[in-house]
């Protein structure tokens, strides 16, 4: 009775985006061996994000593997009026990501993987592109790499 009311009481620190779900089969001896492989966005919405990869033979373990893995990587993230910086292209592989600053108001103009970064970093007035590759990990790995390299 005490654990449950303690643990409810609890506030969760960092908000929680799984970006994608990959099932994955392996051919054996025996069958087929599924497992799954998640990623993850993690983030305090007050300037700090991370991404983690899990990998696990049921979805939930995934999503708590990569959620694992993305808090102890975190990175801090400059952000200036609810905005970043200044302009910035990035290419990471395929991905080519575009990222800009947007006037107070504008909102998160984003598609999926660069929204789920970005919202969990906090930033709250964005405009971006995705130039390169549709595939969301590459995407999400190119978004991070851009608000890894900003200054303030």
Same mark, same amino acid.
């Not at 007035?125 to 890894?148: F, H």
């Given at each position: 009775m005490y654990q449950q009311n303690f643990q409810s009481s609890q506030i969760k620190e960092f908000e929680e985006k799984v970006v994608q779900v990959n099932r994955i089969s392996k051919k054996?001896?025996? !069958?087929? *061996?599924?497992g799954f492989s998640t990623i993850v966005v993690v983030g305090d919405k007050k300037g700090r994000v991370g991404?983690?990869?899990? *990998?696990?033979?049921? @979805?939930?373990?995934? /999503? +708590?593997? !990569?959620?694992?893995?993305?808090?102890?990587?975190l990175i801090t993230v400059p952000i200036v009026k609810g905005t970043i910086p200044y302009d910035i292209l990035i290419k990471r !592989?395929?991905?080519?990501? =575009? =990222?800009?600053?947007? +006037?107070?108001?504008?909102?998160? /103009?984003a598609g999926g993987a660069v929204r789920a970064v970005v919202e969990a970093a906090?930033?709250?007035? /964005?405009?971006?592109? @995705? =130039?390169?590759?549709?595939?969301?990990?590459?995407? @999400?790995?190119?978004?991070?790499?851009? =608000?890894?390299s900003l200054k303030t």
């Open positions: 054996t001896t025996g !069958g087929n *061996k599924f991404v983690g990869l899990g *990998k696990a033979p049921d @979805v939930a373990s995934a /999503i +708590r593997k !990569g959620a694992s893995y993305a808090k102890k990587h !592989g395929a991905a080519r990501v =575009l =990222l800009k600053p947007a +006037r107070e108001g504008s909102g998160i /103009i906090g930033i709250r007035n /964005i405009s971006s592109k @995705v =130039l390169g590759t549709k595939n969301q990990a590459s995407n @999400v790995y190119a978004t991070l790499e851009a =608000l890894r």
